[in-house]
């Protein structure tokens, strides 16, 4: 690997920004954290870091969405998960979070408030441009370190991922170092057909993505399930009302046109599951009403998606088919993980959401590889060097075997 790991810096008794990702689902009705995989998987990267005093930075959810918290429940988790104390501070870069950093001893952990508090850190910058925002310039004068984990990040060039490493000498952490070597190795020995299955909210990411996917010959089959195939219906004229998407024009526009381009690719839901009186009714995409709102695919869909998936060769799924947090709506995520684990092919299952969703129904084991990322991973399968693996690299050519 061309960047360097915790164990190339001797971190005793340094005061190490520690940059990981435990933006994990969120219950809509009683925002609670539904899902603890993400912050289960940097545990060891902590625990590597003993001596150090360690200062945890996260985002969780995005502006003006359900699952955009402050991180006091996260850091409840993690003390129980370390066995150790963990102090929350609900400050991101002022003079609170700043005191608290200065007080850490050896061994302490601090964990700071969600960084989406920051306005800088929802846009993303060039590395040095990032260097140069308020977040990273008053907290980087109270840093030694820093060890840089969030690989569900790794595709955002945001100030806490891309700005701190510049300014820092910054390693990857083991979550980072694991997921990098063990999808090498996966990319080596897959083999065609390549089947993508792809749901969830965060349409615009996927959509280039599935391009180059598709033109880097990793993507023979994409069978799409949740808004991401509702943007896709749209495109095909088969759901006529709005979405309610932010630029919706343009991204159905960008859904037709990969259709024009690449029409024997895309498999979309012929039937669905909706809501009615409080129960779920099944039916045809075509007796679709204008207000009826799609809550999980239905077993028609679920059929023909099973057998492009027996077939295959490789499978990536990414993101849930529906509601699946929600009761009698789970059927669509749980068919198609069952799907996946019982075929012979190898198997990524990506995303915090299935992730969680793969250990409820007990089907883990059965999988090749299960990453936490979601966008960054179907970035890092298209061959694009992903913004915090380039930051790594950089750092490494300043600090290796200083």
Same mark, same amino acid.
């Given at each position: 690997?061309?960047?360097?790991?915790? *164990?190339?810096?001797?971190?005793?008794?340094?005061?190490?920004?520690?940059?990981?990702?435990?933006?994990?689902?969120? *219950?809509? /009705?009683?925002? $609670?954290?539904?899902?603890?995989? =993400?912050?289960?998987?940097?545990?060891?990267?902590?625990?590597?870091?003993?001596?150090?005093?360690?200062? @945890?930075?996260?985002? %969780?959810? =995005?502006?003006?969405?359900?699952?955009?918290?402050?991180?006091?429940?996260?850091?409840?988790?993690?003390?129980?998960?370390?066995? +150790?104390?963990?102090?929350?501070?609900?400050?991101?870069?002022?003079?609170?979070?700043?005191?608290?950093?200065?007080?850490?001893?050896? &061994? $302490?952990?601090?964990?700071?408030?969600?960084? =989406?508090?920051?306005?800088?850190?929802?846009? /993303?910058?060039?590395?040095?441009?990032?260097?140069?925002?308020?977040?990273?310039?008053?907290?980087?004068?109270?840093?030694?370190?820093?060890?840089?984990?969030?690989?569900?990040?790794?595709?955002?060039?945001?100030?806490?991922?891309? !700005?701190?490493?510049?300014v820092l000498p910054s390693c990857a952490g083991r979550l980072v170092e694991k997921e990098v070597?063990?999808?090498?190795?996966?990319?080596?020995?897959?083999?065609?057909?390549?089947?993508?299955?792809?749901? !969830?909210?965060?349409?615009?990411?996927?959509? /280039?993505?599935?391009?180059?996917? @598709?033109?880097?010959?990793?993507?023979?089959?994409?069978?799409?399930?949740?808004?991401? &195939?509702?943007?896709?219906?749209?495109? %095909? !004229? +088969?759901?006529?009302?709005?979405?309610?998407?932010?630029?919706?024009?343009?991204?159905?526009?960008?859904?037709?046109?990969?259709?024009?381009?690449?029409?024997?690719?895309?498999?979309?839901?012929?039937?669905?599951?909706?809501? %009615?009186?409080?129960?779920?009714?099944?039916?045809?995409?075509?007796?679709?009403?204008? *207000?009826?709102?799609?809550?999980?695919? !239905?077993?028609?869909?679920?059929e023909h998606y099973h057998k492009l998936i027996s077939g295959a060769g490789t499978v990536f799924?990414?993101?849930?088919? &529906?509601?699946?947090?929600?009761?009698?709506?789970?059927?669509?995520?749980?068919?198609?993980?069952?799907?996946?684990?019982?075929?012979?092919?190898?198997? @990524?299952?990506?995303?915090?959401?299935?992730?969680?969703?793969?250990?409820?129904?007990?089907?883990? $084991?059965?999988?090749?590889?299960?990453?936490?990322?979601?966008?960054?991973?179907? +970035?890092?399968?298209?061959?694009?060097?992903?913004?915090?693996? %380039?930051?790594?690299?950089?750092?490494?050519?300043?600090? +290796?075997?200083?």
């Amino acid at each position: 690997m061309k960047f360097l790991t915790i *164990d190339d810096f001797d971190l005793k008794g340094k005061t190490v920004f520690l940059r990981v990702d435990m933006n994990c689902p969120i *219950d809509p /009705e009683t925002l $609670e954290i539904s899902g603890t995989k =993400r912050i289960e998987e940097i545990v060891e990267t902590i625990n590597s870091l003993n001596n150090a005093k360690i200062v @945890i930075a996260s985002h %969780q959810g =995005r502006v003006g969405n359900k699952d955009y918290t402050g991180m006091e429940k996260h850091a409840k988790v993690l003390e129980e998960l370390l066995g +150790r104390k963990v102090v929350y501070v609900s400050d991101v870069m002022g003079s609170s979070a700043q005191s608290e950093i200065k007080k850490l001893n050896d &061994g $302490e952990i601090l964990l700071l408030d969600n960084l =989406r508090l920051c306005a800088e850190e929802n846009y /993303e910058f060039s590395a040095p441009n990032a260097a140069k925002t308020i977040m990273v310039k008053r907290l980087s004068k109270l840093l030694d370190y820093c060890v840089l984990d969030s690989f569900p990040s790794a595709h955002r060039s945001h100030p806490s991922i891309v !700005g701190f490493p510049y300014v820092l000498p910054s390693c990857a952490g083991r979550l980072v170092e694991k997921e990098v070597k063990k999808l090498d190795e996966i990319m080596s020995v897959t083999k065609s057909p390549f089947v993508l299955v792809l749901g !969830g909210k965060k349409v615009e990411d996927r959509l /280039e993505a599935i391009r180059l996917l @598709i033109e880097n010959g990793r993507a023979d089959h994409v069978l799409l399930t949740g808004l991401i &195939g509702n943007v896709f219906l749209r495109a %095909q !004229g +088969r759901i006529r009302s709005s979405l309610g998407i932010k630029r919706e024009d343009e991204i159905v526009a960008k859904a037709h046109t990969l259709i024009g381009e690449f029409p024997d690719v895309f498999s979309t839901p012929v039937d669905v599951a909706i809501e %009615q009186n409080g129960k779920r009714v099944e039916l045809d995409i075509r007796e679709l009403n204008k *207000d009826d709102a799609i809550y999980d695919l !239905g077993p028609k869909t679920i059929e023909h998606y099973h057998k492009l998936i027996s077939g295959a060769g490789t499978v990536f799924i990414s993101g849930p088919a &529906g509601f699946f947090e929600k009761k009698d709506y789970d059927f669509g995520t749980k068919a198609l993980l069952e799907a996946v684990s019982d075929s012979m092919a190898t198997t @990524i299952v990506s995303g915090g959401h299935l992730s969680s969703a793969l250990k409820k129904f007990g089907l883990a $084991e059965k999988i090749t590889h299960i990453s936490t990322a979601g966008g960054a991973l179907v +970035r890092y399968l298209t061959g694009t060097k992903l913004p915090m693996i %380039q930051a790594l690299e950089e750092s490494a050519k300043k600090y +290796r075997a200083k």
